[in-house]
């Protein structure tokens, strides 16, 4: 890009940031370094030079988006702290949302029991010892009435990390909504949803990829007509990454499997400018430092093009890529616990540089046990400490510009783009999702996935890669964390309180609610609202899921050797 064309760039932003000034859209702060001195809101190269790389790195808030999304950067709007939490029964997890929300969290983002990732009731013999451990049990209705009891739904935006039982978990959000008294057509909020990543890594899928598909269609369709600002799909590549993926495939699976549900929306006969936006992301923030920043930088770039070129998107919304960041689980030690929070601290700055739109930092001891509520208090500081002293919301995209950081933007995104075109080779050439279809019928991502894993596990052990506490300085004076530990007793209580719910509800109104439920899974109609009307009459997650499976079956992984 020569220079005319660079100071053409320069005029467009600042006349922007003029607009977003008087506009009231820019934070009443102090911009300031800490020695006082001024620092402008965004860096380019000096007037009059010419820069070859700066057609793919732009200014922020316009087409590529490789600086951001925003033209006032975090000035406008720093990011949002959603600290992921759930643990025991809901009335517990409701205090600690609490405790959250009055230290300055913005958000909320709630963590499931393994039950209810399963669409399965607490008093299911496959629940057993599971209840309430990893997250909070969700039963019915009843148990989101009081998980957010006290929290206007209509006030705070919710993300809930849930994707094989995600329909009938936001159905059941709503009805909780309603019961509020909250216009449902004002939530705001995120559902993970997201079916290819659990085929792909995580591996807590329902059915088959066929009737996932179907429900998350009709979920997009539900969203747009019902509740036009919640965001019902966030493609995560968290889940990827902490399964052993590089950076360049977490973002590439996350980036296709993002292409398929363009093109499930698509397939509905929905406007991409319309839906599009509803769709967002979730990506690790692992211990590279740069390389992280590169990926975060890539992923916008990368999104913003196919997303325009291939998928037709007319609006700049519809070709944004906005993303939650998680700093990486699988980095965090059991030796030495408290060194992760210098890693969580790491991590977190490398998602805020390269421009995140929230954040959740995982609490030292989230490696041994879910955390206290200590642990999760600091967590949450050093998210505090980050935004309020250390400068790095002053300036856009700080470190666009940077040789290395730039080298290593172009190095992920081709990466990436290689592995597009080998998943698309994989399917039938007319759509990426008959490719990944294919990749998971094959094995074909876990396998990747595995290769990635043992590499760096070999390295590891050979002591080429340094882990501090585990292969290196591994003396310490330390002693053991208390840790957080749920009582059997939830388990007990929460199969008591379900016993009782199932009690007093009207049974024949249940089983009419689900048998019309299972009537519209066997059309094209939509199913958002039979399941509603299943939830209203409190039919429980297993109930619901139970049903579905009864209707589509369940689905095995093939075995692979």
């Not at 064309?5 to 300031?32: C, K, M, N, S, Y």
């Amino acid at each position: 890009m020569d220079a005319q064309q660079i100071e053409e760039g320069r005029r467009r932003w600042q006349a922007r940031l003029d607009e977003a000034v008087a506009a009231g859209r820019v934070r009443d702060a102090d911009f300031t370094t800490l020695s006082g001195a001024e620092v402008d809101a965004v860096y380019g190269p000096p007037p009059g030079a010419d820069d070859p790389r700066f057609e793919r790195i732009g200014w922020p808030g316009e087409y590529p988006f490789t600086r951001g999304l925003y033209t006032t950067g975090y000035r406008g709007r720093a990011w949002t702290i959603r600290q992921f939490a759930g643990f025991g029964t809901a009335e517990q997890t409701n205090e600690r949302y609490k405790m959250i929300l009055r230290s300055g969290g913005g958000g909320l983002s709630v963590a499931f029991d393994m039950p209810t990732l399963m669409g399965r009731d607490s008093d299911d013999e496959r629940s057993l010892g599971e209840v309430g451990h990893c997250g909070v049990a969700i039963d019915s209705a009843a148990d989101m009435d009081v998980l957010f009891s006290g929290i206007r739904l209509d006030e705070v935006t919710t993300s809930m990390t849930i994707s094989g039982p995600a329909v009938p978990i936001f159905c059941m959000y709503v009805v909780a909504a309603e019961r509020q008294g909250a216009s449902v057509g004002s939530l705001d909020g995120t559902l993970q949803t997201d079916i290819f990543k659990e085929y792909i890594a995580q591996k807590e899928w329902l059915f088959a990829p066929e009737p996932h598909l179907r429900l998350i269609g009709d979920l997009l369709e539900y969203t747009v007509d019902c509740v036009p600002k919640y965001k019902p799909l966030s493609v995560s590549g968290y889940h990827i990454r902490e399964a052993g993926a590089t950076a360049a495939q977490e973002l590439a699976f996350t980036l296709v499997d993002g292409f398929g549900y363009v093109e499930l929306g698509q397939s509905r006969g929905l406007d991409v400018d319309v839906f599009a936006p509803g769709l967002s992301f979730f990506f690790d923030a692992h211990i590279d430092f740069f390389e992280e920043i590169a990926k975060f930088r890539a992923a916008r770039r990368i999104w913003a093009r196919w997303m325009r070129d291939v998928y037709g998107a007319a609006t700049e919304r519809a070709q944004w890529l906005r993303f939650h960041t998680q700093t990486a689980g699988v980095s965090l030690t059991g030796q030495q616990p408290y060194n992760n929070v210098v890693r969580t601290a790491i991590e977190a700055l490398s998602a805020v540089l390269g421009g995140t739109n929230s954040l959740h930092t995982n609490a030292l001891d989230e490696v041994l046990a879910l955390p206290t509520e200590a642990a999760a208090e600091t967590a949450l500081r050093t998210q505090q400490v980050l935004m309020e002293e250390t400068g790095v919301a002053n300036v856009a995209d700080p470190l666009g510009g940077s040789w290395y950081v730039e080298a290593l933007t172009d190095r992920i995104e081709a990466e990436a783009e290689a592995i597009f075109e080998r998943i698309r080779e994989m399917g039938d050439g007319s759509s990426m999702t008959s490719g990944i279809l294919r990749g998971i019928e094959d094995g074909w991502f876990t396998g990747e996935i595995a290769e990635s894993a043992f590499r760096y596990q070999q390295s590891l052990e050979k002591g080429d890669k340094r882990v501090v506490g585990v292969n290196v300085h591994t003396e310490t004076v330390a002693g053991e964390l208390d840790i957080l530990r749920v009582s059997h007793e939830v388990e007990r209580a929460q199969r008591r309180e379900l016993a009782a719910r199932r009690e007093a509800r009207d049974d024949a109104a249940v089983r009419a609610a689900l048998a019309a439920m299972v009537e519209v899974a066997r059309t094209d109609e939509n199913i958002i609202p039979a399941m509603l009307d299943a939830v209203r009459a409190e039919a429980t997650l297993g109930e619901i899921c139970g049903a579905l499976r009864d209707e589509w079956g369940a689905y095995a992984e093939p075995a692979r050797f």
